[in-house]
């Protein structure tokens, strides 16, 4: 490896790109195990080969022990001691990848089944281990494999059941006392995104009684917080007729007349230019936007479209009301994030405040060695 690798592997980092290889021609396959060996001739522990993408080797150890199965249950075991999670909550991250030391691999629980993803081919031979260890500690109903590969790679043809019988509807899980249908392995949307659940508990005292926009909603948590916490009024947006399906179904599943709220399957900024021009007004609006997707309007992009959504949003906020800006693209650094926000604020001519600036939960760590785990931007701001 070239000195400025080695660098950040003293430091704690996980991965070995491609382009920082020094020597070492021989051929290898994936999920070779390697040996990592600094520019000064040192090793630096051992890792997973991969033949595929910008990432050479993933480093399971700095010393040059095994990666066997009393490495992955130690690893494990140490992740979900860390996990306090709250009461009524069966949906949640066992394993974080690198930073649970487990890079390119993650362990979702949903209720009664577990969903495995592996950021490449090469990982598959520590799969059977982790799901030894899913099985023996949780004994769930069904595992899943769900990767996360790359663009080029057949999802459908890797993903499937590892172990037992899973569900044929979806799966009910509990997150704070409310409950969603989720599908673990029929796709990489599960249908709940978990990351969010500390900012939806902390908005909840807050809605009661509130017109409520919840836009790009997927399929509508923060919708089903703000009804079951007695908004007033709850209008729920996604391009997806799909979504829109399931986030009805959730709000059925607690107890809530989705007849008594509104579900929109449109374009999430043509609803907002249609509210302004309507003179509509909110006193929150939830903007959790895809990093990039396609719709009516053409390619959306997080990082070039998300000041004209602040913008877009500012429009219809009611006196003193909120705006809870977000994104999870890794990309976007937090200085461009708020740059973008304040830059939206102003061209909407409406001043915003900052209130509250959520974070993760628990279950998923940001290790300090990898600056793009702290991918999560999210801020609650006053009009």
Not at 80 to 102: C, F, Y
Not at 219 to 230: D, I, L, Y
Request: aromatic share 8%; hydrophobic share 40%; charged share 25%.
């Amino acid at each position: 490896m070239n000195g400025y690798s080695t660098q950040w592997l003293d430091k704690g980092f996980p991965w070995v790109y491609r382009d920082e290889l020094q020597g070492g021609d021989a051929v290898r396959d994936a999920g070779d195990v390697v040996r990592i060996v600094g520019q000064d001739g040192q090793g630096r522990g051992v890792g997973l080969w991969s033949d595929t993408g910008k990432v050479a080797v993933r480093r399971f150890r700095t010393d040059e022990g095994p990666l066997d199965a009393a490495l992955i249950a130690a690893r494990m075991d140490a992740a979900r001691a860390r996990r306090p999670l709250p009461d009524q909550t069966t949906a949640w991250r066992w394993v974080h990848g690198e930073n649970d030391g487990l890079p390119g691999i993650r362990v979702d629980v949903w209720g009664p089944e577990v969903a495995i993803a592996l950021d490449a081919p090469g990982l598959e031979r520590l799969l059977p281990l982790v799901v030894d260890h899913v099985v023996a500690t949780l004994r769930p109903t069904a595992v899943w494999r769900v990767d996360r590969l790359a663009h080029d790679v057949d999802l459908d043809a890797r993903a499937g059941v590892l172990y037992g019988d899973p569900a044929d509807e979806a799966v009910e899980v509990e997150e704070l006392g409310l409950r969603y249908g989720v599908h673990p392995g029929r796709s990489q949307d599960v249908g709940l995104y978990c990351d969010m659940r500390d900012v939806r508990a902390w908005l909840r005292p807050h809605l009661a009684g509130r017109r409520v926009l919840n836009l790009f909603a997927h399929t509508g948590a923060f919708s089903v917080v703000a009804a079951a916490a007695g908004a007033a009024q709850v209008v729920t947006v996604d391009l997806s007729p799909g979504y829109l399906a399931r986030a009805e179904d959730n709000f059925r599943r607690n107890g809530l007349d989705p007849a008594a709220h509104e579900f929109l399957s449109d374009d999430s900024l043509a609803v907002l230019d249609r509210m302004r021009r309507k003179g509509e007004q909110f006193d929150l609006v939830v903007a959790d936007p895809p990093s990039f997707s396609h719709g009516p309007r053409g390619d959306w992009s997080v990082e070039r479209d998300f000041a004209r959504l602040v913008t877009a949003c500012c429009r219809v906020l009611a006196d003193n009301g909120w705006l809870l800006a977000a994104s999870n693209h890794g990309g976007l650094s937090p200085k461009d994030f708020r740059g973008m926000v304040q830059q939206g604020s102003i061209k909407a001519g409406i001043p915003l405040r900052l209130l509250h600036e959520g974070s993760t939960p628990v279950d998923f760590p940001a290790s300090l060695a990898v600056p793009t785990s702290r991918y999560l931007k999210c801020w609650v701001l006053s009009a």
